[in-house]
C-alpha cells in the first residue's frame, strides 16, 4: 500500500473518531442501513455475477429448495418435495399460497418461464454456467414440475439452492430483463421500494412472506444499501452514525475499528478464493505468457504467504489449486507447489529470453492493496506490471474481448459448494477460458456429468493437477471478510458472503 494510501486512511479515521456518535442509525426507526462498493451491472439475478447483485437476489427472491448455511442440509423452500425421475429428470412438488410482491400467485408456470427464458443462450444470460445445464422445464399440473437436464448433472439441486431464482412469468413475460433490473419483483422476504442504480436500492419486509419458508420472517423493517465505492468514506459514515453495516473492510481498518466501542468486527473465511489468470490461448493479448517458464517465474516471484499475514488478513488459507477447499471435488493432491523463490523467478525469465523481465499490464478490480503487493514482488523480479484497476463488469468484458491477459481475480461460485461451479468457469470453453485446454476441458466435463461421486473426485483431481502443472494460473487464497457494524446490531456472518439480515434484528 502506498504511504499516500495509508495517510489518508489514519486521517479519515482519525477525523471519524474524533466526532463518533452512537453508530445505530437504524435502531430507531428498524432499519439497516449498509453500505458496498462495487455496482452491480444489473438486479436481475442472471444479468449480473457481481457478488452484491447476488446478495440482492437472495432478499429479493426465493428458489426452489435452500441449502441450510450451518448443516449444509437441503430443505423446502418454494419446492416442498423433488425426486430424481432418472439421471437426466428432476420432479418437484410445489409449495401453495405463495405470492409474489406484485400480488401474482406463485405457481408452475413461473417455475417453466423462468428455467426456459434464462437457460436459453439467445437470451444472453450473464451467469449462463449456472443454468446451461437445463434442457428445459415443463409443466405436470398446476404445482407441479419437470425439470429436463441436457446431460447428467449430479450438482443440479445445489444450483437450484443458490443462484438460480424463481421468477414472476407474467410479468418477466411483459417487462424482460431491463425491466426486472429497474422494478424487481420476487416472492423473497424483502421487496425493492426504491432504486437508484448506481446509488440507492432502498428495500422494505414483505409483510406476505410465506409462513413455513426456511428463511425466518424478518424482523428489520427496512433495508437501505448505499452504493460507495470508497472505502474510507464508508468507514467515516458508520464511525458517524450514518450506516450500520460495511463489509469487506480492509485488515488495517478492521484493527483498528475494533478499538471503537460502538462498533462490532467480525473475520471469517469465505468460499471466494484470489488468484490471476494468464492468458496462454491463441488469441491471447499477451503473447509472453504463452511460454510456461515466464507463468511458473510469475507464481514464484510472489508471497503468498507473507501477503496472508500483510495484506490479507485472518482466517483465509493458502491454495494450490483453483477451488475452494470445502467445495465437492476440491483436492491440491498431487497438484506441485511453487514456493516463493525470487532467484528461480529471475533464472527462469533469463532461460525464456527476458534477463531484464518485462511490461506488462495487470487488470484488477477489488482489494487493491493486495494487487499493489503483488505488483511489487514482480517488480523485485523485472516483471514491471502497470495496474489497470476498473469496475468488474469492465474488466470481464476486456477479459472475454482479448484485451486483457493478465488479472487479478476472485470467484465466490455464487456460494455453491462444488467444483462444478468454480473451475469449469475458467477452464471449459467458456467465455472466461483463456487458455483453452482440450484435456483439462474433457477431464472437467466428465467431473460436471458423472453420476458417481467417486469418478466425478477423480476426474475433477487430474484436471486441477494438470492446470497446476501448466501453470495456467496462479492460486493465491481464501479470501477473508472483515465485518464492521453497530454493536447493538444482531448479525451472524456465513462462508457463502450471504448477509442474512433477515435473520438480524436490533437488541
Given at each position: 500500500?502506498?504511504?499516500?494510501?495509508?495517510?489518508?486512511?489514519?486521517?479519515?479515521?482519525?477525523?471519524?473518531?474524533?466526532?463518533?456518535?452512537?453508530?445505530?442509525?437504524?435502531?430507531?426507526?428498524?432499519?439497516?442501513?449498509?453500505?458496498?462498493n462495487?455496482?452491480?451491472?444489473?438486479?436481475?439475478?442472471?444479468?449480473?455475477?457481481?457478488?452484491i447483485?447476488?446478495?440482492?437476489?437472495?432478499?429479493?427472491?426465493?428458489?426452489?429448495?435452500?441449502?441450510?448455511?450451518?448443516?449444509?442440509?437441503?430443505?423446502?423452500?418454494?419446492?416442498?418435495?423433488?425426486?430424481?425421475?432418472?439421471?437426466?429428470?428432476?420432479?418437484?412438488?410445489?409449495?401453495h399460497?405463495?405470492?409474489?410482491?406484485?400480488?401474482e400467485?406463485?405457481?408452475?408456470?413461473?417455475?417453466?418461464?423462468?428455467?426456459?427464458?434464462?437457460?436459453?443462450?439467445?437470451?444472453?444470460s450473464?451467469?449462463?454456467?449456472?443454468v446451461?445445464?437445463?434442457?428445459?422445464?415443463?409443466?405436470?399440473?398446476?404445482?407441479?414440475?419437470?425439470?429436463?437436464?441436457?446431460?447428467?448433472?449430479?450438482?443440479?439441486?445445489?444450483?437450484?439452492?443458490?443462484?438460480?431464482?424463481?421468477?414472476p412469468?407474467?410479468?418477466?413475460?411483459?417487462?424482460?430483463?431491463?425491466?426486472?433490473?429497474?422494478?424487481?419483483?420476487?416472492?423473497?422476504?424483502?421487496?425493492?421500494?426504491?432504486?437508484?442504480?448506481?446509488?440507492?436500492?432502498?428495500?422494505?419486509?414483505n409483510?406476505?412472506?410465506?409462513?413455513?419458508?426456511?428463511?425466518?420472517?424478518?424482523?428489520?423493517?427496512?433495508?437501505?444499501?448505499?452504493?460507495?465505492?470508497?472505502?474510507?468514506?464508508?468507514?467515516?459514515?458508520?464511525?458517524?452514525g450514518?450506516?450500520?453495516?460495511?463489509?469487506?473492510?480492509?485488515?488495517?481498518?478492521?484493527?483498528?475499528?475494533?478499538?471503537?466501542?460502538?462498533?462490532?468486527?467480525?473475520?471469517?473465511?469465505?468460499?471466494?478464493?484470489?488468484?490471476?489468470?494468464?492468458?496462454?490461448?491463441?488469441?491471447?493479448?499477451?503473447?509472453?505468457?504463452?511460454?510456461?517458464?515466464?507463468?511458473?517465474?510469475?507464481?514464484?516471484?510472489?508471497?503468498?504467504?507473507?501477503?496472508?499475514?500483510?495484506?490479507?488478513?485472518?482466517?483465509?488459507?493458502?491454495?494450490?489449486?483453483?477451488?475452494?477447499?470445502?467445495?465437492?471435488?476440491?483436492?491440491?493432491?498431487?497438484?506441485?507447489?511453487?514456493?516463493?523463490?525470487?532467484?528461480?523467478?529471475?533464472?527462469?525469465?533469463?532461460?525464456?529470453?527476458?534477463?531484464?523481465?518485462?511490461d506488462?499490464?495487470?487488470?484488477?478490480?477489488?482489494?487493491?492493496?493486495?494487487?499493489?503487493?503483488?505488483?511489487?514482488?514482480?517488480?523485485?523480479?523485472?516483471?514491471?506490471?502497470?495496474?489497470?484497476f476498473?469496475?468488474?463488469?469492465?474488466?470481464?468484458?476486456?477479459?472475454?474481448?482479448?484485451?486483457?491477459?493478465?488479472?487479478?481475480?476472485?470467484?465466490?461460485?455464487?456460494?455453491?459448494?462444488?467444483?462444478?461451479?468454480?473451475?469449469?468457469?475458467?477452464?471449459?470453453?467458456?467465455?472466461?477460458?483463456?487458455?483453452?485446454?482440450?484435456?483439462?476441458?474433457?477431464?472437467?466435463?466428465?467431473?460436471?456429468?458423472?453420476?458417481?461421486?467417486?469418478?466425478?473426485?477423480?476426474?475433477?483431481?487430474?484436471?486441477?493437477?494438470?492446470?497446476?502443472?501448466?501453470?495456467?494460473?496462479?492460486?493465491?487464497?481464501?479470501?477473508?471478510?472483515?465485518?464492521?457494524?453497530?454493536?447493538?446490531?444482531?448479525?451472524?456472518?456465513?462462508?457463502?458472503?450471504?448477509p442474512?439480515?433477515w435473520?438480524?434484528?436490533?437488541?
Amino acid at each position: 500500500m502506498t504511504s499516500y494510501r495509508k495517510l489518508l486512511r489514519v486521517t479519515l479515521l482519525a477525523a471519524a473518531l474524533a466526532f463518533t456518535l452512537p453508530a445505530e442509525a437504524g435502531k430507531r426507526d428498524n432499519s439497516i442501513k449498509w453500505a458496498a462498493n462495487q455496482v452491480p451491472e444489473s438486479l436481475d439475478a442472471y444479468f449480473n455475477n457481481v457478488r452484491i447483485g447476488v446478495i440482492l437476489a437472495h432478499y429479493i427472491w426465493d428458489t426452489l429448495v435452500y441449502r441450510d448455511p450451518k448443516t449444509n442440509e437441503y430443505k423446502p423452500s418454494l419446492a416442498t418435495a423433488w425426486r430424481w425421475v432418472d439421471d437426466k429428470t428432476l420432479e418437484f412438488d410445489l409449495r401453495h399460497g405463495v405470492k409474489f410482491h406484485n400480488g401474482e400467485a406463485f405457481d408452475a408456470d413461473d417455475v417453466v418461464y423462468t428455467l426456459n427464458f434464462v437457460s436459453k443462450p439467445e437470451n444472453k444470460s450473464t451467469t449462463q454456467q449456472n443454468v446451461n445445464w437445463i434442457a428445459s422445464a415443463e409443466k405436470i399440473d398446476q404445482f407441479k414440475v419437470r425439470i429436463h437436464l441436457k446431460k447428467p448433472f449430479p450438482a443440479a439441486l445445489e444450483y437450484l439452492a443458490g443462484p438460480v431464482a424463481i421468477y414472476p412469468g407474467k410479468y418477466y413475460a411483459k417487462v424482460g430483463p431491463k425491466g426486472m433490473s429497474e422494478k424487481p419483483v420476487g416472492s423473497g422476504p424483502y421487496m425493492v421500494v426504491e432504486n437508484q442504480p448506481g446509488r440507492l436500492v432502498r428495500m422494505k419486509r414483505n409483510p406476505n412472506y410465506f409462513k413455513d419458508s426456511p428463511k425466518p420472517q424478518p424482523q428489520i423493517e427496512t433495508l437501505e444499501l448505499r452504493l460507495i465505492p470508497d472505502q474510507n468514506t464508508q468507514t467515516a459514515e458508520l464511525m458517524a452514525g450514518g450506516l450500520d453495516w460495511i463489509f469487506n473492510v480492509p485488515p488495517d481498518q478492521a484493527e483498528q475499528l475494533k478499538t471503537v466501542p460502538t462498533l462490532r468486527v467480525k473475520a471469517g473465511e469465505t468460499m471466494r478464493v484470489v488468484f490471476l489468470t494468464m492468458a496462454s490461448g491463441d488469441k491471447t493479448p499477451t503473447p509472453i505468457l504463452k511460454d510456461i517458464r515466464v507463468r511458473k517465474a510469475i507464481i514464484h516471484a510472489i508471497n503468498r504467504q507473507a501477503m496472508l499475514k500483510t495484506v490479507v488478513g485472518e482466517s483465509a488459507r493458502m491454495i494450490n489449486t483453483l477451488c475452494f477447499p470445502a467445495q465437492f471435488g476440491c483436492t491440491d493432491e498431487g497438484a506441485p507447489r511453487y514456493d516463493y523463490n525470487p532467484a528461480k523467478a529471475k533464472a527462469l525469465l533469463a532461460e525464456a529470453g527476458y534477463p531484464n523481465g518485462f511490461d506488462i499490464d495487470l487488470y484488477a478490480y477489488r482489494e487493491r492493496p493486495q494487487t499493489e503487493a503483488v505488483i511489487g514482488y514482480l517488480r523485485a523480479v523485472g516483471i514491471r506490471a502497470n495496474l489497470r484497476f476498473m469496475q468488474y463488469a469492465a474488466m470481464r468484458d476486456a477479459i472475454r474481448e482479448h484485451k486483457a491477459g493478465f488479472a487479478h481475480q476472485t470467484w465466490g461460485s455464487f456460494s455453491v459448494n462444488d467444483v462444478s461451479a468454480m473451475t469449469p468457469v475458467y477452464f471449459k470453453f467458456s467465455a472466461d477460458d483463456v487458455t483453452r485446454d482440450q484435456q483439462v476441458r474433457d477431464l472437467l466435463e466428465a467431473g460436471d456429468t458423472s453420476v458417481k461421486p467417486e469418478m466425478r473426485k477423480v476426474a475433477y483431481k487430474n484436471a486441477l493437477k494438470r492446470i497446476a502443472e501448466e501453470a495456467y494460473v496462479v492460486p493465491m487464497y481464501s479470501l477473508p471478510v472483515y465485518y464492521a457494524y453497530a454493536k447493538d446490531l444482531q448479525f451472524q456472518p456465513y462462508p457463502d458472503e450471504i448477509p442474512r439480515f433477515w435473520e438480524s434484528r436490533w437488541k
